[in-house]
């Protein structure tokens, strides 16, 4: 079965923060872009994908009406958006919070300070929402750049942002109260995609799977004394049970698996302690299991 004229049209971001590792993550899936970013679409090669370059506020909309199938873009813009689209996998990039943030002289006493006050956003969506929620009413203005400056220009009594590092806000003599949503760039699709489409989103979502278990876990080899083996194998889960090979030196083995990035110093110690020497940790490129 070929899918000879079958395309799947993704949006990305054009230019900004969640560029480049959209188009990284779609390469280490195998798929590379053949003409620049400077035109509106590009095709693709390793995949039947199609690229379309967009503001990423314009690609909800974009994915509900059909001209792209998909997109790539921050979970925070799908909300604000709140256009129907489906969510159909995190990407664990462009990690970032909206938070509300007021000067940092404020003494915060909790939400209800933010009753009658005047909040500065370009979230003015999902701030509302989070007003709602918590039966606080407030005026909302919303702009759309350089929000953490209101404050100290006396335009506001507090903002409503993306935070990551938070070294903006205290540029700006501003601390963090409120933590209201958590994003990360998502991948969303139009709801109800014809078959053949679905199948082929389907395929993307696997391949980024695979990346993604890759980038998650490491691959450790190490070296270990026969009667040492039983004790650092029951350190080592790995994908089923740990590659064991001789070393010329008699009694001397050398031990292969996997283990999680997560787990990664935790066992490191551990091996050291159980006798293991010459550890060494590699990075996995993909991952199918
Ligand atoms: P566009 O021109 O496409 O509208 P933009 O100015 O709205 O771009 P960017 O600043 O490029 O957006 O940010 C895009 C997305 O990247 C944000 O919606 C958010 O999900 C994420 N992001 C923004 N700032 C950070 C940050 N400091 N760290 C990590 N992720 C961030
Ligand atoms: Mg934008």
């Known amino acids: 079965m070929t ?32 003409n620049g970013r400077n035109r509106l679409k590009a095709t693709a090669s390793g995949f039947p994908l199609e690229l379309i370059f967009l503001r990423d506020d314009d ?5 509900e009406d059909g001209v792209a199938m998909a997109g790539i873009l921050g979970l925070n813009e799908v909300i604000e958006k709140n256009r129907k689209v489906s969510i159909v996998s995190e990407l664990g990039f462009s990690r970032c919070r909206l ?36 039966g606080l009413k407030a005026e909302i203005h919303p702009i759309s750049g350089s929000v953490e400056v209101t404050p100290g220009l006396g335009l506001a009594d507090a903002i409503f942002e993306i935070v990551s ?12 109260v409120e933590v209201v949503l958590e994003s990360q760039a998502v991948m969303i699709a139009r709801e109800g995609l014809p078959a053949d489409t679905g199948e082929l989103l389907q395929q993307l979502l696997f391949r980024i799977k695979a990346v993604q278990k890759a980038s998650n876990n490491k691959y450790i080899l190490l ?15 790995g994908m089923k049970s740990p590659t064991l090979m001789p070393l010329a030196e008699k009694g001397w083995y050398s031990l292969h698996s996997v283990i999680s990035e997560d787990d990664f110093w935790n066992v490191i110690d551990n091996l050291k302690e159980a006798g293991a020497q010459g550890i060494l940790v590699i990075p996995i490129e993909k991952m199918v299991v």
């Open 223 to 237: 070296n270990a004394p026969k009667e040492k083996l039983g004790r650092i194998s029951s350190l080592l889960p």
């Open 99 to 134: 938070s509300v943030a007021v000067p940092k002289q404020v003494d915060y006493p909790g939400r209800e300070y933010l009753n009658n006050k005047r909040i500065a956003t370009s979230y003015p969506a999902i701030l509302q929402s989070f007003l709602n929620d918590n």
């Open 59 to 63: 690609i909800p909309q974009y994915v």
């Open 165 to 176: 590092s938070g070294g903006t806000l205290i540029g700006n003599g501003l601390k963090e």
């Open 3 to 34: 899918h000879k004229n079958k395309l799947l049209t993704l949006a990305v971001q054009k230019s900004g923060r969640l560029s480049e590792d959209s188009l990284s993550l779609l390469k280490k899936c195998g798929i590379g872009i053949q």
